[in-house]
């Protein structure tokens, strides 16, 4: 049998251009706060008065709040250091503002479920209004030109 050779051509031609614009205008009045650290700390809190019959003043809740956000700003790479760091932070804050823990396992995964999952819901307070309007421009070109080519003589042998 006579072998052949095997060709192979490949040829690709591609081009693209892309362009976009976009333009806003609005007005608007008002202010939003951003609330959810406030309430995360009542939530805490409450949580916390439902094992002892401590009530807590307008101070603690701020002083507690003003320490959630600052222990949410700090930004760690792992999770588990992050998470425990941020659990320790929170019980120095609570303890430092009269927060006193009856039963260390209850007052632990009090803080502990209220810190993982009393965040979920991002919450703000104030009232605002805004109108704005959006001009965009998109431009696309796109060239493509793909050209493929196999040539294949196979080789098929049988010994005896």
Known sequence: MENQNIEIKNFR??????????????FGKGRMNYVTDAVQAMFIL???Q???????????????????TLIRNNR??????????????LDSVLQENGVKPTNVIDY??????????G????????????????VGNR??????NSEQNLLAAPKYQFDK
């Not at 790479?77 to 941020?86: A, G, P, S």
């Open 13 to 26: 031609i591609s081009t693209s251009l892309r362009n976009q614009t976009d333009v806003s205008l609005g």
């Open 46 to 48: 409450q949580d916390l």
């Open 50 to 68: 439902s094992q002892s019959p401590t009530i807590y003043s307008a101070e603690q809740v701020e002083a507690i709040a003003q320490g959630v």
């Open 76 to 89: 760690y790479l792992d999770y588990r250091i992050r998470y425990k760091t941020q659990l320790r932070m």
């Open 108 to 117: 632990f995964t009090t803080i502990s479920d209220n810190w993982l999952y």
């Open 119 to 134: 965040n979920r819901i991002s919450r703000m307070s104030g009232r605002s209004w805004s109108h704005s309007v959006t």
């Open 139 to 144: 431009f696309e070109y796109t060239t493509s």
